[in-house]
């Protein structure tokens, strides 16, 4: 610090000389130059430092002040008292009588009050300079960090550029001028190279307070770097002509970005394209290679999914919205691009839309149906005792369960074809029937596998599925928070090239991957709160 030859070069001379009185405010006013901060705050924190080591002077019990004299430098030091009826501290008491003997201005003070006793000025020694100027050092740091703080974090969200200072156990330290970023390790482009010395341009995506380290934390491997990318790169996206809807990111490897023309006059793909590719191999160059693959935004799901699973060419999409699940049907040859390799092109179109993505063939779209019909058909001709005809009919007028039997009336089911108001009564108490004796044995069951209370009280877990758990000996909370999302929904692996089906714990219940997350967060949340 500029501030600290102060307390060492003057350590044998009296504190109100003159010239030291001068150099300590010209002291003052350099270090705040230097730092850009408070000149007030500089001279407060001398004033603290002087304080703490005057205490090494006066002894440890006494309560200093210090009060420098902002105008001319003087240094005035106090020891504070509190006025007392029976003095037992001569170190932080007085009587009354005695701080009115004090100084004339405490003739008006009562009992509890507080007084101030002028101390002599002294030489600091060695161990007194050291302390005060590690107050001070102290002082000025937090203040610095504080100004950082306020100077940054207004440029949370945006992309902020840097000479490239050092390599820490693989984090990047950044130079931004007037201090200092992070990129960990864990937020750089896999395998880029970065040597000290290199202008590099990052995401700042977080500003906090932090006593220790880096408080301004950058990424070049979040999303939001490359959309601010394209930010600066197209223009009709910084005039606000194209909206960027979502984005997702396999750094350094591959990329999607969904966006969406305002003005409807607008290609939004071609302008973030650019002439002869030149915006978006602007975009490429700064993220190392990476490709990106610029998708055109639309309101139906499967006009979306479409765009985003391209250059694969899909037949046909079934949408559900409310679980946010699409199957997305299309031939042998396509499977493999839609799939991408590893999977990558499906996953990262999973992120873009936000919606479960299962891809198969006609054939197994076909196979899946009939299994599906098929399993419907045999639940209700062995748990309601129906011949396989009328099974097959209650399936394909759109009833899937027996809850669904349960629940609606004679009157829905007379509108079939083939069934009478008595068929239809009987269907709907057999169904009543069959629910109230499984709700039993489904309780009896839970009791036996000893599930536990807090997995019991899961909201969202549904009788069955905790059955079908406790089976799989997830017993409690904690057992069910350790899962992961596609071990409850199961789904498709690639492994060595070939196409894995992995049978998940509740994908009997069609249960989604977005509401088997969702589960495990609560799970979680619950577990971390205790």
Not at 395 to 404: L, P, Q
């Amino acid at each position: 610090m500029g501030f600290c030859p102060f307390f060492f070069g003057v350590n044998k001379k009296m504190l109100n000389k003159r010239a030291d009185k001068l150099e300590l405010l010209r002291i003052a006013e350099a270090v705040a130059l230097e730092k850009s901060i408070d000149k007030e705050l500089i001279i407060s924190s001398m004033e603290t430092g002087i304080a703490k080591a005057a205490k090494s002077k006066f002894g440890q019990d006494n309560e200093i002040k210090v009060l420098i004299n902002r105008s001319s430098g003087d240094i005035e030091i106090f020891r504070k008292l509190v006025i007392s009826e029976n003095p037992e501290n001569a170190n932080i008491e007085i009587k009354l009588e005695d701080a009115i003997n004090l100084n004339e201005i405490n003739k008006d003070k009562k009992v509890g009050d507080e007084v101030l006793q002028p101390l002599p000025s002294f030489d600091f020694g060695r161990i007194a300079a050291q302390t005060a100027k590690q107050v001070i050092n102290t002082n000025v740091r937090e203040a610095e960090r504080e100004k950082q703080y306020s100077d940054f974090i207004d440029k949370k969200d945006t992309i902020l550029s840097g000479i490239v200072k050092r390599l820490e156990f693989g984090n990047v330290i950044v130079d931004l001028g007037r201090t200092e970023a992070i990129i960990q390790k864990n937020e750089l482009i896999p395998r880029e190279n970065i040597k000290p010395g290199d202008r590099i341009k990052a995401y700042c995506q977080d500003v906090r307070r932090e006593t220790r380290g880096q408080q301004i934390f950058l990424s070049r491997a979040h999303n939001k770097f490359m959309e601010k990318l394209f930010f600066q790169e197209v223009p009709e996206i910084y005039d606000g002509l194209i909206e960027i809807r979502s984005s997702s990111r396999d750094p350094g490897s591959r990329a999607k970005i969904c966006v969406k023309a305002v003005d409807t006059s607008l290609d939004p793909v071609g302008a973030c394209v650019g002439m002869r590719g030149s915006r978006v191999q602007a975009v490429v160059n700064e993220l190392q290679g990476e490709k990106i693959d610029i998708v055109n935004w639309s309101e139906d799901p499967a006009i979306l999914v479409s765009n985003a699973l391209s250059p694969a060419e899909v037949q046909r999409v079934n949408v559900d919205t409310e679980r946010k699940k699409l199957d997305v049907i299309l031939t042998e040859e396509n499977l493999s691009k839609a799939i991408g390799r590893r999977g990558q092109n499906v996953r990262l179109a999973t992120k873009l839309l936000n919606f479960e993505i299962n891809i198969m063939t006609d054939q197994e779209d076909s196979e899946r149906r009939q299994l599906d019909f098929k399993e419907k058909t045999d639940n209700f001709v062995k748990n309601l005792e129906l011949d396989e005809t009328l099974g097959q009919l209650l399936v394909a007028e759109g009833f899937s369960t027996i809850d669904d039997i349960k629940d609606t009336t004679s009157e829905n089911l007379i509108k079939i074809e083939g069934i009478e108001e008595d068929t239809a009564k009987a269907l709907i108490e057999r169904a009543k029937e069959f629910y109230e004796k499984d709700q039993e044995d489904i309780s009896q069951r839970i009791k036996d596998l000893g599930l536990a209370d807090d997995l019991i009280n899961l909201k969202g877990l549904t009788p069955g599925m905790l059955v079908t758990l406790g089976e799989q000996k997830i017993l409690n909370l904690q057992d069910f928070s350790d899962l992961a999302s596609d071990e409850l929904t199961g789904g498709i692996d690639v492994v060595k090239g070939e196409r894995v089906k992995i049978q998940g714990y509740l994908e009997d219940f069609a249960l989604s991957k977005i509401e088997a997350d969702e589960l495990i967060m609560s799970a979680r949340e619950i577990i971390y709160k205790d």
